[in-house]
């Protein structure tokens, strides 16, 4: 389900965009046009991240097996 879907208008895009602008400022309003849902989005967006920061998150770990404990 995308943004659209649940009843979102493009005046509520702008409004995503300028808050998520700060943390993202490669973001363009056209990018919440192209990539609608939370998990398209978030895909674009841990493309566009620093070399630096992705190899932080992967440090982590965070794979399947740490994830079950969230599932229903």
Request: with cysteine; aromatic share 10%; charged share 15%.
């Amino acid at each position: 389900m995308d943004f659209f879907e649940v009843g979102d208008n493009s005046l509520l895009v702008v409004q995503v965009h300028h808050l998520l602008s700060s943390d993202y400022p490669c973001l363009k309003i056209v990018d919440l046009f192209t990539y609608p849902s939370i998990h398209s989005l978030a895909n674009y967006l841990l493309q566009s991240i620093s070399p630096s920061l992705l190899s932080k998150l992967k440090c982590l770990n965070l794979n399947e097996k740490n994830h079950s404990q969230f599932r229903n």
